[in-house]
């Protein structure tokens, strides 16, 4: 039987394939130290827990209105005005199935057969595949090493097409961790405005923050950024709760409800007592998130140190999610491997650690590390890579 054409053209996930690998090793055997997560280790609070089990004996486990229940939707709100001093309306806020499901949602709804997404690389392996199963084009363009990995307005205004739908902006970013500033986003947020491109800002690690600065989401920065950006958030990576599966979009009423009358023809709602866990999370105490967010920070400086110690290995330092995106071409190269993926292959076999190679991400000549692993793992995985950089000079 013929596949539809749509899903022909689907690249597999990279961070699947190499966790898959890991797995087979240490089932195998094999001490194995897996560097691919991208989820925290730590579990759910034990408030958001209770809430939920409490639902379930209460009998909340029937459908919900499709774009998500009153009470999380104004849970979100307060959030929302409590954080970035935003104000939505009931209509511009639906509950996704994660924040994936969000931007699936989305694109969906907003790209027609060529339209354009513009695709700052290094980008989170979805976004891509996502907008070709939209029918859109994703258009990667390449956010240097040397900036920070971060979009320019050059860089933007030359990806301009008279094609261009939207743009995509991921602060703190997965792989990279880097996070833009505020009038770096404002300067990418006037030539938004001046082309009429919808801004999809990504903001799933806005609590994973651990540099000596702050989160600004672009809609903040004025009335006409707010009204021409779709928010993307979630509560997976700052609650820990990425098996619940619960993310959220913010935007313009008309595209909201698009996507919530499609929702409503292809998953009917999120689930019931995911929702009231999500409610408990943005309602309840928040001692948790910032033990989890000084722990991130605690292991993100043992390792960046770690790892920038080996010889032929780079990195720039991120200041928020919880990776590290090294540079390793001048090892690999060192260590006499043809290309980066290949590196990353024959560490995992000699060595069994695992690492995300970064042609996934659009960035052949770098790794992804999740320290979402104990300091003690962290350590011996440091040791383990320089131990190969070393024994194949």
């Known amino acids: 039987m013929n596949l539809a054409q749509r899903v022909q053209t689907l690249t597999p996930s990279t961070t699947l394939a190499i966790t898959a690998k890991a797995k087979e090793l240490k089932q195998a055997g094999h001490d194995v130290i897996g560097l691919g ?100 084009n994703p258009v990667i363009v390449n956010a240097k090493e040397e900036n920070d990995f971060k979009l320019t307005p050059e860089d933007l205004k030359a990806a301009i097409t008279e094609k261009t739908k939207a743009v995509i902006i991921n602060s703190p970013s997965n792989p990279t961790g880097v996070m833009y500033e505020k009038e770096e986003l404002k300067a990418l947020g006037d030539i938004c405005l001046e082309n009429n491109i919808l801004i999809v800002s990504d903001e799933i690690y806005e609590k994973l ?87 991130f920070s605690e292991r993100l400086e043992k390792l960046y140190d770690w790892i920038t110690a080996i010889p032929g290995i780079e990195c720039v330092k991120p200041k928020g999610a919880f990776y590290l995106f090294p540079n390793v071409k001048k090892a690999a190269t060192m260590n006499g491997f043809d290309s980066v993926d290949d590196w990353v292959a024959a560490l995992l076999e000699e060595e069994k650690v695992a690492l995300v190679p970064g042609s996934g991400f659009g960035a052949p000549d770098n790794v992804r590390l999740s320290y979402a692993i104990s300091i003690e793992q962290l350590e011996e995985a440091a040791k383990r890579i320089r131990r190969f950089v070393e024994t194949h000079q």
Do not use: C
Not at 42 to 56: C, E, G, W
Not at 232 to 259: C, D, F, P, Q
């Open 209 to 295: 923050i651990y540099a000596d600065t702050d989160h600004y989401s672009i809609a903040q920065l004025s009335d006409e950024l707010k009204e021409q950006t779709v928010i993307i958030n979630g509560v997976s990576k700052s609650h820990s709760m990425t098996g619940w599966r619960i993310g959220y979009a913010l935007g313009n009423e008309t595209i909201i409800k698009a996507m919530t009358n499609l929702a409503s023809h292809s998953t009917s709602n999120p689930t019931s007592i995911a929702q009231v866990a999500a409610e408990a999370a943005y309602t309840g105490n928040q001692e948790e998130v910032e033990k989890m967010r000084v722990a």
């Open 37 to 136: 997560a991208g989820e925290p280790d730590f579990n759910t609070p034990d408030h958001i827990l209770n809430a939920a089990s409490k639902s379930m004996y209460d009998g909340f486990t029937k459908y919900t209105p499709s774009g998500g229940t009153l009470e999380l939707k104004k849970a979100i709100q307060a959030k929302m005005r409590q954080d970035q001093g935003l104000t939505y309306d009931m209509g511009e806020i639906i509950v996704t199935i994660g924040a994936k499901h969000a931007l699936y949602t989305l694109f969906q709804v907003l790209l027609d057969k060529g339209d354009e997404v513009i695709v700052p690389a290094p980008f989170w392996v979805s976004y891509p595949e996502q907008i070709k199963l939209a029918e859109g």
